[in-house]
Nanobody, 127 residues
Framework: QVQLVESGGGLVQAGGSLRLSCAASGRTFSSYAMGWFRQAPGKEREFVARITWSSGATYYADSVQGRFTISRDNTKNTVYLQMNSLKPEDTAVYVC????????????????????WGQGTQVTVSS
């Protein structure tokens, strides 16, 4: 059974940094993509960033490009999201996800392309 467990959320002032972690277990992920999404109260789930396990290829939403960095540690089956220069509008529950099928190209920015989801971790940025 696939499990994704996020950690690292919290309260931070605007301009600060946080690093989120997503520990994956229960399946071999080597050919798949991992994504971070976020959802603020009353808003749709929003794509944040994606990385492929095999090559480490990344893709970011425009809203976080240059401020967030997604990375992975294959030896630990863990994906990270380093978030710098945080803004109040980054406040949301951040959720990691594993793709439905092996990665064959494209942005993988749609939630429909992911089958497995973690519980999420709250990030709150104060102004």
């Amino acid at each position: 059974q696939v499990q994704l467990v996020e950690s690292g959320g919290g309260l931070v002032q605007a301009g600060g940094s946080l690093r989120l972690s997503c520990a994956a277990s229960g399946r071999t992920f080597s050919s798949y993509a991992m994504g971070w999404f976020r959802q603020a109260p009353g808003k749709e789930r929003e794509f944040v960033a994606r990385i492929t396990w095999s090559s480490g290829a990344t893709y970011y939403a425009d809203s976080v490009q240059g401020r967030f960095t997604i990375s992975r540690d294959n030896t630990k089956n863990t994906v990270y999201l380093q978030m710098n220069s945080l803004k109040p509008e980054d406040t949301a529950v951040y959720v990691c996800a594993a793709s439905r099928s092996p990665y064959f190209g494209g942005s993988y920015s749609s939630p429909l392309q992911y089958s497995y989801w973690g519980q999420g971790t709250q990030v709150t940025v104060s102004s």
